[in-house]
Structures are given as C-alpha cells and as structure tokens.
C-alpha cells in the first residue's frame, strides 16, 4: 500500500513536473518568436531608409552630372548651390 502510493506520488509530480516544462517551453517559443518578429520589422526599417537615402544619392548624383555639363558659369554656380542646399 505504501509503495502504491509512493508511486502514485511519484507519477503525479513527474506529471507536474512535465506540464511545468511544456509550458515554459511555450512561453520561451513564444518569445523568441516576438524576438524575431520585432528584429525583422527593424531590419525592414534599416532597408527602407537605405533605400530612400540611395534614392537621394542617385538623384543629387544625376543633377551633379547635369551642373557638370552646363556652359554657363552662373548656372553652374546656382546648380552647384541647390545640390548642395
């Protein structure tokens, strides 16, 4: 009897002990999931100002070509003075 109930116990805790694990493994997967989920969402942010600053740079680089082409020194210098600005 007293073994009996000795491994009822045992069986009881293991099983506790068993749900105690599955739910802190749930809880650790979730976030790490939120991890990744907010790491991506910054990564995608980083992307997009890269983006809009390599779009800038083409353009300041486009209009520095055409002030390069310009005959006239007054123009020149007033595209030279809104590249810059």
Request: glycine share 2%; aromatic share 2%.
């Amino acid at each position: 009897v007293n073994a009996s109930r000795q491994e009822a116990k045992l069986t009881e805790e293991c099983d506790l002990l068993i749900e105690i694990i599955q739910q802190r493994r749930q809880i650790i997967g979730t976030k790490i999931k939120e991890g990744k989920v907010m790491r991506l969402r910054k990564l995608a942010q980083q992307i997009a100002n890269c983006k809009q600053c390599i779009e800038r740079s083409a353009s300041l680089i486009s209009q520095a070509e055409h002030s390069l082409k310009e005959n006239d020194h007054a123009r020149f210098l007033q595209t030279a003075k809104n590249i810059t600005e």
